[in-house]
């Protein structure tokens, strides 16, 4: 369904008739927006030149009116979580303690026990279609949904990982799946309770064979660098300690992306603790698993060791902002957590929304609040070859803009393996426009542009999404844009309604 570039014919590869050229008024390249460059790809979907001659280039598409940016990378996603989008947002608690994430959880238990191979396939199409339409163009899949609504293995133990593997290629945004071990219900307690059966697989060696089975699936089918696996132990509170170990050795063995659920929430520190003597993160550290490979997924309730820790060990965090709000988990530290530069990539997680930018601006917003401050996190200077020059960072207009940017690209892309982040010559070519004459931007020169996108863009400005070379949004329309609706409106009938 994706619409291919031009083939150019038998001489293709001795010749230029295959490259495309895509000539936006703004290309935001090497950290700045420059004005009169193409990003010119090749047949297999790499960017082989950035140039303002593109004379030579047979096909050239001409954006005007647009500026091109880098794709972005959601590093945390639960496709099926579109589902109760809506459904959640209402007080069921009539105890002293009202509604949390626990609360949630059960909900959210609820739907993913409702859910057909074919269902999730609906649902996984549907959060990536939205997902494409603002402008990711990869995305993290925590995947925890292996067995029957039962808790029986399918004759295929990967069938639900290949659907939404499936949902993904068919929208045609890169996945990581990141398939994940679940173990036990809680800490000290070994086994699931009813709703956790699905996600359950409680030896490792079982786990360790059928995530085994779907790398080798993955090399085999999506060679062209669409698909790859990941491996998600889901937290220390569903994995214990001798799982997790034989868990992080088979991703090392691999060099695997490894993301885990940490300190999402003040309980599950407190309980780490009372179990194993050391909270998540400092337990991990303990035990050696921190590595630049690895992905601590909202790192929330953490302390300056902690912290510390993580930046020896060059792990990544990944922030979850619109959710974590959502749920009322708490802030990310994102100050902290970038002075000791560790990488944050954001996900949005149960896709309460879907908006990567949104997640950017928040991981500040959050902090103003907290801190009754502005402009907390500090700037990402462009990077130029004469550093000693004198900064002026309050003339710098889109400096902290950069710096919540490069978390939704580069340090997304780091973390889930993929190659890019940044518009290169031999990077992937995954990029998307806007409209500068969209009411939300409108009016933004070449030194603001960035602030106002990051800060403000509304996602309806968003007009083309390209990967790997293949254009799968024109116009702001994805060519399946109305089926995928219209399947997922059938299933949420089903799930909710009598109709
Ligand atoms: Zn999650």
């Known amino acids: 369904m994706n619409e291919a570039i031009p083939s150019g014919g038998d001489n293709a590869a001795q010749s230029d008739d295959h490259l495309v050229a895509y000539l936006p008024d703004l290309l935001y390249t090497?950290?700045?927006?420059?004005?009169?460059?193409?990003?010119?790809?090749?047949?297999?979907?790499?960017?082989?030149?950035i140039t303002a001659n593109?004379?030579?280039?047979?096909?050239?598409?001409?954006?005007?009116?647009?500026?091109?940016?880098?794709?972005?990378?959601?590093?945390?996603?639960?496709?099926?979580?579109?589902?109760?989008?809506?459904?959640?947002?209402?007080?069921?608690?009539?105890?002293?303690?009202?509604?949390?994430?626990w609360t949630w959880r059960t909900a959210m238990y609820e739907a993913a026990n409702r859910l057909s191979p074919e269902d999730i396939y609906d649902a996984s199409r549907m959060a990536f279609l939205e997902m494409a339409l603002s402008g990711i163009t990869s995305v993290g899949e925590f995947h925890?949904?292996?067995?029957?609504?039962?808790?029986?293995?399918?004759?295929?133990?990967?069938?639900?990982?290949?659907?939404?593997?499936?949902?993904?290629?068919?929208?045609?945004?890169?996945?990581?799946?990141?398939?994940?071990?679940?173990?036990?219900?809680?800490?000290?307690?070994?086994?699931?309770?009813?709703y956790q059966s699905r996600f359950t697989e409680p030896e490792p060696d079982i786990f360790i064979g059928h995530t085994e089975a779907l790398r080798r699936y993955l090399l085999r089918e999506d060679a062209n660098g669409m698909a790859w696996l990941g491996v998600a132990p889901h937290s220390v509170r569903a994995v214990p300690l001798d799982y997790l170990r034989e868990v992080f050795a088979y991703a090392n063995e691999h060099e695997l992306p490894i993301h885990m659920h940490v300190a999402e929430q003040p309980a599950e520190v407190d309980e780490c603790i009372a179990e194993h003597g050391r909270a998540p993160i400092a337990l991990l550290d303990f035990e050696e698993l921190l590595n630049e490979r690895t992905t601590c997924v909202h790192a929330i309730h953490i302390t300056q060791d902690e912290a510390n820790q993580l930046g020896w060990a060059k792990?990544?965090?990944?922030?979850?902002?619109?959710?974590?709000?959502?749920?009322?988990?708490?802030?990310?530290?994102?100050?902290?957590?970038?002075?000791?530069?560790?990488?944050?990539?954001?996900?949005?997680?149960?896709?309460a929304q879907i908006d990567l930018l949104e997640d950017a601006r928040e991981i500040e917003y959050h902090l103003r609040l907290q801190k009754l401050e502005r402009a907390v996190l500090r700037a990402r200077r462009v990077q130029t070859s004469s550093q000693n020059s004198t900064y002026d960072a309050a003339s710098d207009l889109s400096g902290l803009a950069r710096t919540l940017f490069h978390c939704a690209t580069?340090?997304?892309?780091?973390?889930?393996?993929?190659?890019?982040?940044?518009?290169?010559?031999?990077?992937?070519?995954?990029?998307?426009?806007?409209?500068?004459n969209d009411v939300s931007i409108a009016?933004?020169?070449?030194?603001?542009?960035?602030?106002?996108?990051?800060?403000t863009l509304s996602r309806a400005a968003v007009r083309s999404v390209v990967v790997g070379g293949n254009c799968i949004v024109r116009d702001g329309k994805h060519p399946a844009q109305e089926e995928i609706i219209s399947r997922?409106?059938?299933?949420?009938?089903?799930?909710?309604?009598?109709?």
């Not at 090497?30 to 030149?49: N, S, T, W, Y």
């Not at 892309?413 to 290169?424: F, T």
Request: hydrophobic letters at 40%; one cysteine or more.
């Open 144 to 194: 925890y949904l292996h067995r029957t609504p039962e808790g029986a293995p399918y004759d295929d133990p990967n069938l639900l990982a290949k659907e939404v593997v499936r949902a993904a290629r068919d929208v045609g945004i890169r996945i990581a799946l990141l398939r994940t071990a679940y173990a036990r219900n809680n800490f000290r307690r070994p086994s699931a309770y009813l």
């Open 54 to 101: 593109i004379e030579r280039v047979p096909n050239v598409v001409r954006l005007s009116g647009q500026a091109i940016l880098p794709g972005m990378t959601n590093a945390h996603s639960h496709a099926f979580q579109r589902v109760i989008r809506g459904r959640t947002e209402m007080r069921t608690s009539t105890g002293a303690m009202g509604d949390n994430f």
């Open 443 to 455: 009016g933004a020169g070449a030194e603001d542009l960035l602030a106002a996108i990051v800060f």
């Open 315 to 351: 792990a990544s965090i990944c922030a979850c902002p619109t959710t974590e709000r959502n749920l009322g988990d708490g802030i990310v530290l994102a100050d902290l957590l970038l002075k000791h530069d560790i990488p944050i990539a954001l996900g949005t997680d149960s896709h």
């Open 410 to 436: 580069t340090s997304g892309a780091r973390s889930i393996g993929a190659s890019g982040g940044a518009l290169d010559v031999g990077s992937p070519a995954d990029f998307f426009s806007v409209d500068l």
């Open 488 to 499: 997922f409106c059938a299933l949420q009938n089903k799930l909710w309604r009598k109709i």
């Open 30 to 49: 090497e950290d700045r927006f420059a004005r009169g460059l193409g990003v010119v790809c090749d047949r297999v979907g790499r960017i082989v030149e």
